[in-house]
């Protein structure tokens, strides 16, 4: 068999379903670009018939990133997978990625039909894609709930109609490694063709954390393609974290046997990328990229790590791209010198990008000592999250402390470059904030998430605030990295209101979103 397995990125559909609107066009690119860097061999970049922002972006990635297959994900009809088709007909290699309910649950439940009638419908949307691309993959949704001669009969009649993959999504979470490492074995000796003229992929979510050993356990029976999500991001409680899959394959080729062609340097750009754009935090115990990965807590495991690192380490955190953090650049730095340092670190800059993040570096330079890698970072995050601006924020103080009011005094400016003040009272300054600013722009929203992180250790850490807001169900992430944490906060939810004003209109309804 092959020794080769490929990775097929979702963070753009799947994992973007559960961010919500949360990403721009631009974001989506940046992303996608990112992914090509990590040398993913498919992007699943949207489900065009979605909505027009979706269209949109699987139509501009597609365009502009050359290298990987750009997947559209399309429902079992013609509508969809003509509007796939079209979003991907400037795609250097496309794939249409069909899907339709298998199991008795979806299939009585859902689509209210009879099994026969929904291979015919699987039969009729196949044969439809191979008009668009030669590469067209079939996913029976809910597989591993589904009846495992049936599956195996609508496997059949997919591979008879011309899908060159066939995914086998384990939707909600359910099953467990053994069991379904033993129904890809099953499948392979139904339809002989699995697992040689068409490849097997597997797609795990995470409901029951066992979607990594899923997907491992599948590898070993002979699956040849993983789905999953940067960070495990998803649907519910997430995909399988395709980082996670990446490194055990590459740690343990001992015992898989199998390896893929991703550039491991890249995970933690990536998942840093992934995760200041979505607005989903990393935890800090997350395997593999989290900040505590390498991190040695225990007297003995730190005096063994510093005798050798392999006596408590199994991954070398070079391999996953985990930047040094020690000083790197000073306030006398200049462009040239921050210019080279942000290139090691993979960010590519324009003149005039360059200029902005020099000017951030110089403030932080002058408030911190030491600027490390995980700083500049950071200071990326602020130029990434960037969006036009209706309002920026030109001064915040707040009064707080033991037996004060929280007050604070906010003063934006507009477009048009003039400024608006107020000042309000909260039930703690950040609350304080929040309502002066509110005051000025008078657009009602919800916070619905807030978190705080320092990016680095000490005293003079920069703190990350990300921050989700909502409006008729429709979430907004929004970001902001400072010294002082007030203004950090003041920035995220700015970066968030300004997204609201932006993209209101084009978010797609919760309703028209699929899940496979
Ligand atoms: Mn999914």
């Given at each position: 068999m092959e020794d080769r397995v490929l990775i097929f990125d979702t963070t753009l559909r799947d994992g973007e379903q559960s961010a919500g609107a949360g990403m721009t066009v631009d974001e989506k690119v940046e992303i996608a670009r990112q992914l090509e860097r990590l040398n993913v061999d498919i992007i699943e970049a949207g489900f065009p018939v979605s909505s027009p922002g979706d269209f949109e972006a699987v139509q501009t990635i597609a365009r502009e990133v050359r290298k990987p297959i750009i997947a559209a994900l399309a429902h079992a009809n013609e509508a969809a997978v003509d509007r796939a088709g079209e979003a991907l007909k400037d795609a250097a290699h496309p794939r249409i990625h069909i899907f339709i309910s298998s199991s008795d649950q979806h299939i009585q439940?859902?689509?209210?039909?009879?099994r026969e009638e929904v291979v015919e419908i699987a039969v009729k949307a196949v044969s439809r894609a191979r008009q668009y691309t030669d590469d067209v993959e079939f996913s029976p949704m809910d597989s591993s709930r589904t009846e495992r001669e049936f599956l195996a009969h609508m496997v059949r009649a997919a591979v008879d109609a011309g899908a060159t993959t066939i995914n086998i999504p384990d939707t909600v979470g359910y099953a467990v490694p053994e069991e379904f490492g033993g129904l890809i074995t099953y499948l392979r000796a139904e339809v002989p063709e699995l697992g040689d003229s068409v490849r097997i992929s597997v797609h795990c979510h995470d409901d029951l954390g066992m979607s990594v050993a899923n997907s491992l356990s599948a590898v070993k029976a002979g699956a040849r393609q993983v789905e999953g999500c940067i960070n495990g991001i998803g649907e519910r409680a997430g995909n399988t974290a395709v980082e996670e899959v990446i490194m055990a394959l590459r740690t343990r080729g001992d015992y898989f046997g199998v390896d893929t062609e991703i550039d491991t340097k890249q995970l933690y750009n990536t998942s840093r990328l992934v995760s200041q754009v979505s607005g989903f935090p990393v935890q800090p115990n997350k395997a593999v990229i989290g900040r505590n990965a390498f991190r040695h807590a225990s007297g003995i495991h730190q005096d063994g790590v510093l005798k050798e690192r392999t006596t408590y380490e199994i991954l070398n955190p070079l391999d996953v791209g985990v930047p040094r953090s020690e000083l790197v650049l000073g306030k006398l730095s200049g462009r040239h010198g921050l210019r080279s340092r942000l290139e090691e670190l993979g960010y590519t800059l324009s003149n005039e990008e360059l200029d902005k993040v020099h000017e951030s570096f110089k403030e932080l330079a002058d408030k911190k000592r030491e600027v490390t890698d995980r700083d500049l970072i950071a200071l990326m995050g602020n130029e990434r999250t960037a969006i036009e601006e209706t309002y920026s924020l030109e001064h915040v103080q707040v009064t707080c402390g033991?037996?004060?009011?929280p007050t604070a005094t906010v003063q934006l400016s507009l477009e048009d470059g003039s400024l608006r003040t107020d000042a309000a009272t909260g039930t703690g300054p950040v609350d304080a904030v929040y309502q002066a600013i509110n005051r000025i722009v008078g657009v009602p929203n919800e916070l619905t998430e807030f978190s705080v992180n320092s990016v680095?250790?000490?005293?003079?850490a920069i703190g990350e605030v990300s921050i989700r807001i909502e409006q008729d169900g429709k979430p907004y992430i929004g970001r902001g990295a400072d010294t002082d944490i007030i203004v950090a906060c003041a920035q995220a939810y700015m970066n968030a209101l300004n997204r609201l004003i932006a993209m209101g209109d084009t978010s797609r309804s919760p309703e028209a979103a699929g899940a496979v």
């Open positions: 439940h859902q689509l209210r039909k009879n033991t037996g004060e009011i680095t250790e000490g005293i003079d």
